[in-house]
């Protein structure tokens, strides 16, 4: 089962500045051998479920063995049986319906 | 890792309703032996790491194997190392703060 | 426009105990007098949609008042021009399909 | 109050393809003058609170309008008070603490 996630995972009780947390985070995805992409709220994962799994709880022990002791996390989460979907493809799709001049 | 996971799974494209795939995915939950609590915009889930994402994942593939072509899921998802915090502990936490004579 | 709300609102940089920020946006939504409920991981508001978002607004400047520099906020909106549908018959729908025993 | 707002909407009763509907959604923030981002699992986007909100309430009624009986809606919001941040800030700061050589 082939998976796309939008990760958004927030340290608590470490103040206020979270960016390396999030840094190390795409280290453990790097580490993975995972697709992934940062955005400005989130990071964006894809591949297959048991993979993209193990590596979310591998950021929540890196992300707690670095000092957070409290840590909330945001998951969006697409799967579909219908036809293969990659990331890119998701833009594309929106893109070739003409975002710049709608209807 | 104990973790506390507040899960809203959403079919697509099999129309407006969507409750009885809900009610599927609370048969995977209480096969699963697991705390959970539906509320009116999701189900909260609580237990060990793995056998809360075991779990996530058999909702998935039983709400494919029903007839779903697509899954859209949202998952907030909180562990803590600073001590051990359970689903009642929360709402409680909060009561106990007076949500009815707030400042 | 009708709209069911789950909100979760994480303040940043005040330690871990979150649940006295909590408590106060309950007050901000009582003293709004719209219908909510609290769960273990957020809380359920339905009501008219400028309504529900002008109580989110205020519950985001009580909290950075009481002292949050940063605020994470999660929301899940629900809407629909089908038919009329309230939080407790959302709970209903699911629990009438039968969770406790599911096919 | 400045917002950064990641935003995902998924119509509802429209069939698998939802591509369309976000586009519209594009065309309604271009429209709007709002700074804002598509990537694969969503839309971020950024401005005054007031503007933003307006923005995401169009939205809903321009999918509404264009067929879709019901909508989820996802939307990760932060305010902060200690200082400004811009989109463009919260990636460069992730990418400056190594991302690409994390420890």
């Given at each position: 089962m082939?998976?796309?996630?939008?990760l958004c995972l927030v340290p608590i009780g470490v103040g206020t500045s979270v960016s390396s947390y999030v840094a190390a985070c795409h280290g453990v995805l790097e580490k993975a051998g995972l697709?992934?992409?940062l955005h400005a709220y989130?990071?964006?994962i894809e591949g297959p479920w048991d993979?993209?799994?193990a590596a979310i709880k591998a950021c929540h022990e890196e992300v707690h063995r670095l000092g957070a002791p409290r840590i909330h996390?945001?998951?969006?989460?697409g799967t579909r049986t219908d036809r293969k979907q990659r990331m890119a493809d998701k833009v594309e799709s929106v893109r070739n319906k003409g975002t710049?001049?709608?209807s």
């Open positions: 082939h998976v796309i996630v939008d697709t992934h992409t989130g990071t964006n993979d993209v799994m996390t945001n998951i969006k989460l710049s001049k709608p």
